[in-house]
Nanobody, 125 residues
């Protein structure tokens, strides 16, 4: 079965850090662009950033630039979202996605790819 499985969410205090993990099952990530998304209550899902299979990294949301980063380990079929200096407004369900192609994180057809099940991140004191 081809799928992505996420882990690592939870409750964290403001200013804290979390690393979300996303494991690919049934396929390898080397030909895929990786995206991380989040959806807060009452808001639309937003793309946080993209990590292409050519080494391109693009972050789409200004509020996470400099705090969040995406990495991947193709050998382990894993991708990670590293989150630092977390804020209450980062509270959301976080998703990873993988889509074939998207070599420069341009025009990536995320809806035609694979998605993780989502993991809840809550930032609160």
């Amino acid at each position: 079965q081809l799928r992505l499985v996420e882990s690592g969410g939870g409750l964290v205090q403001p200013g804290g850090s979390l690393r979300l993990s996303c494991a690919a099952s049934g396929f390898t990530l080397d030909r895929y662009a990786i995206g991380w998304f989040r959806q807060a209550p009452g808001k639309e899902r937003e793309e946080l950033g993209c990590n292409s299979n050519t080494g391109v990294e693009i972050y789409r949301v200004d509020s996470v630039k400099g705090r969040f980063s995406i990495s991947r380990d193709n050998n382990k079929k894993m991708t990670y979202l590293h989150m630092n200096n977390l804020k209450p407004e980062d509270t959301a369900v976080y998703y990873c996605a993988a889509s074939l192609g998207g070599h420069f994180c341009s025009g990536v057809m995320w809806e035609k790819g694979y998605w993780g099940q989502g993991t809840q991140v809550t930032v609160s004191s």
